[in-house]
Structure formats: C-alpha cells, structure tokens
C-alpha cells in the first residue's frame, strides 16, 4: 500500500479532510551475532524497508484515538491522555500509549490528543521486531508533532522500557536501537551493555537480502531462549572460579580454548563456545565490509548458522532446510537463520540476476521435507525512525 493510499484511509477512517502528517520506522534484521547480547557480546543488526506508517493529526482535546489497519476489526480504540495505564483490552495501543506514557514520566509536554493511523507492511510473526517499529513510530511522532528534542537514543532506550515495563516482555536493546539508530546502507556493529556502536558500510548492488520465513509457529524458542541463557550463565561461573571476566563476550577464541576445560559439562561448553566464537564473527563481519569484502562477509554468515545448529542447537529442521538448501545455490554469499530460532526466519544474501531461480530451489526442496511452502520478502537496507515528508 502506498503513502498515496494509506492517506485516503485515514481520511475515510477519521472523516477528515486535513492532511495528516507521516512517519515511519522500519523493521529490522541480525546479519550476525545471535545469542550473543545476553552474553556480553555484539550485534550486528540493520534496518530494513518493511515497517510500520503512522498517519496523525492533532486534536483539542485529550482523546487519543488509534485506528490500525492490520486489526481492522478492532475499529477505532479511544483513549485519554489522562490514563495512559496499562490495560489488556487495550490491546497493540498499549505499545503507542506506552511511549506516550514514558515521553511525559521523561518530563515532556503532551497536553493534547491526537488521530493515528498505523499501517505495517513487516510480516507478521516473522521476528522482524513490529513492536519495537511500532514504539520508535510513535517516539518520532511525538517528537516532530509535539516539537520535543529527544536524544535519540534516548528514545531507543523509552521504546525498551515500554517492553520490559510497561508490556513485561523481558528482551534486550538490539530492536529498538536498529530502528531508531538505522542508516540506508549501512549495518551496525553494537555492544548491547555499553550501547557503544559504529556503523558497516554495505553495499549490495549487485544482491538483494532475502528473508525467508518457515512459517513455523515458534512455540519452542522462550523455554528454550531461557534454557540456553541459563547453561551459559553455569559455564560464565566456572570460568570465572580461574578467570577475572564479567561476561562470555571478553572472551578470544583463543582464551576460550585454553580455558575450556573449567567449563565441567559437555554441553554448556558447547553453548560458551558459540557465544565467545560468534562475537568474534561479529568484530571479523566489521573488518570485511569496511574493506568491501562481501564474500568473505557471506562465509561468516554461513559459519554462524553452523555454530547456533551444532554448538547451540537452536536451528531445528525447517532453518536447517532453508539454509542449508540456500548454501548450494548459485548466487548465494551467505545464509544463516536470524532471531531466538526454533522456526521464524532466515536470511540469504543473493545475487539479484538469482534470486528468482534460488527462490524457487528453496521453495522445492522446503516443500519436499517440510510438507508446506516458506513465505519470502527481498529487503533493502534502509534509514531508521523519520518523518516522511511528501
């Protein structure tokens, strides 16, 4: 749907004539560095061109009304600004009334309501963050409507709070911090504790990233998300009965090697091995785009796919099939399984004279084991959290 569109939508809804205002906040990718956050390494997330509009016009008054056109059903919910507590039947507003909430506990003036239209393009259950593009939407709305200044990342860090806090959902930085912190073509190295970070050139004109989604519900991944958590936290204290470090992410593959055997079970040293080696893949992924070293940048990719399937089994079947399915194709650089795993989505890197012939490949053999077809959306990098104006 586009700009032109959605417009004519939000008038229709709202039964307006005055030109609404538009933002947007993409959704975003891992190209590298999964599991590694929680252990005190890096990410190297980017944004991408699928995310969420927001259309809004002020009011006089202290209404708040939210209309979503991907819960169309859910009609025009109406709130005040004088309770912006939060409550179940509220449903997806709680994530704008969130930000709200926190953009006045920060000390800023919102004293009047407004009409909002959301609209996403990011495929739905795919992990491709819809509510952290969600927050970041509202956050830039707020800021440009309101004429606030807000430090940016600030605004990254109120758009985690709402889901910790506010929502209780228990996840890291790395969402909201590529939607807020995007550049067109460009990947960002960042250290999710120091939220120290450094932007990686990518320049893929000749290829096109490919997200393929398996279409498998994820029931698995939070029990197994906090399993995983737990078996690293064991090895951390056994290394740290010789060794002074804080975090698996100090860790050079090499000072993991020789100190391995502190880690007393088979499996969590498994589990610290991907966590210590994958950061190093990330710190490595920095150096070969900054020498527009893209192939070398696609083998990692692949290699970090290995180590979540062998060393922290967190792949399962349907992202085994997918990327190992993609690494015979030609025209592929690199493609790994992206997010917690256990289903959701994985990505490839492919050369765009390709792309349709590695499509269809996957889709066969995918189909051939798993019994139904995977879903796939080509991305661009693209900018972070803004205004569009037309």
């Not at 259309?55 to 059903?73: G, K, M, T, V, W």
């Not at 100090?250 to 502190?262: H, I, V």
């Not at 990719?301 to 079947?317: A, K």
């Not at 997918?322 to 592929?332: F, T």
């Amino acid at each position: 749907m586009n700009v032109t569109d959605l417009i004519k939508k939000f008038e229709r809804i709202f039964q307006v004539q005055t030109q609404p205002r538009i933002f947007f906040a993409p959704g975003r990718i891992n190209l590298i560095g999964e599991h590694t956050d929680y252990n005190g390494g890096h990410v190297f997330p980017a944004a991408i061109s699928f995310g969420t509009y927001a259309l809004a016009i002020p009011r006089d008054d202290q209404q708040l009304r939210f209309y979503s056109e991907n819960f169309p059903d859910q009609g025009i919910i109406e709130v005040s600004l004088s309770d912006l507590s939060y409550k179940k039947e509220d449903n997806w507003t709680n994530y704008p009334k969130g930000m709200i909430y926190y953009f006045q506990q920060e000390g800023y003036t919102i004293d009047q309501g407004f009409d909002v239209f959301f609209y996403g393009n990011i495929p739905n259950g795919a992990g491709l963050s819809s509510s952290a593009s969600i927050e970041l939407v509202t956050g830039v709305l707020l800021e440009k409507m309101y004429d606030l200044t807000m430090d940016r990342i600030r605004m990254v860090q109120l758009g985690q709070k709402v889901e910790n806090h506010y929502i209780g959902v228990n996840s890291g930085i790395m969402d909201q911090f590529a939607i807020g912190m995007g550049r067109k073509d460009q990947a960002m190295l960042l250290d999710c504790d120091s939220l120290n970070y450094q932007y990686a050139p990518i320049q893929l004109d000749k290829h096109d990233i490919i997200i393929i989604n398996t279409n498998k519900r994820r029931e698995l991944a939070d029990s197994k998300y906090n399993e995983r958590r737990n078996q690293c936290e064991i090895a951390l204290t056994d290394l740290q009965k010789h060794l002074s470090i804080q975090t698996l992410g100090e860790l050079t593959p090499k000072q993991f090697e020789e100190n391995r055997a502190l880690i007393q079970d088979k499996t969590n040293q498994k589990r610290a091995k991907h966590a210590v080696y994958e950061n190093a893949r990330t710190l490595q992924a920095l150096e070969k785009l900054k020498a527009g070293e893209l192939s070398e940048f696609g083998e990692l990719i692949n290699q970090s796919h290995i180590s979540l399937r062998d060393d922290y089994e967190v792949t399962g079947t349907e992202l085994d099939t997918i990327a190992e399915s993609a690494w015979q194709q030609k025209g592929v650089l690199g493609a790994r399984m992206t997010g917690a795993g256990f289903g959701g989505c994985a990505i490839a890197i492919v050369e765009k004279t390709e792309v349709d012939n590695v499509k269809q490949a996957i889709e066969q053999t995918y189909q051939d084991k798993i019994g139904y077809a995977p879903t796939f959306y080509v991305a661009t990098i693209g900018d972070g959290a803004k205004e569009i104006i037309l």
